[in-house]
């Protein structure tokens, strides 16, 4: 079967951090741009960050810009999402996707995402 499974989420006070997973199976992630959403409760779904497969450019949204870092390990089917000096803004739960291509741009998040995994609920409360 072909699949995301997103972990790492949790509750943390604001400044702390988390390190997001999102692991594929059933098909080489390498091969794929990954995205990185959030959806707050209320709130439409926004995209976070986006790796691509092929250059390794990553793009943030201007909220976590400096906060959050995306990478990606192949040899895990593995990408990351760290993020740092979190806020209480940033909760929401955090999904990850595959993108139509090979590389991330400027409006990357307004692209057909494919594949979504189940997400994984990110809270920052003090």
């Known amino acids: 079967q072909v699949q995301l499974v997103e972990s790492g989420g949790g509750l943390v006070q604001p400044g702390g951090s988390l390190r997001l997973s999102c692991a594929a199976s059933g098909f080489t992630l390498g091969s794929y741009t990954i995205g990185w959403f959030r959806q707050a409760p209320g709130k439409e779904r926004e995209g976070v960050s986006c790796?691509?497969?092929?250059?390794?450019?990553?793009y943030y949204t201007g909220s976590v810009e400096g906060r959050f870092t995306i990478s990606r390990d192949n040899a895990k089917n593995t990408v990351y999402l760290q993020m740092n000096s979190l806020k209480p803004e940033d909760t929401a739960v955090y999904y990850c996707a595959t993108g139509p291509g090979p590389r991330c741009g400027p409006n990357w998040a307004t692209s057909r995402f494919g594949s979504w995994g189940q997400g994984t609920q990110v809270t920052v409360s003090s």
């Open positions: 790796i691509s497969s092929t250059t390794g450019s990553t």
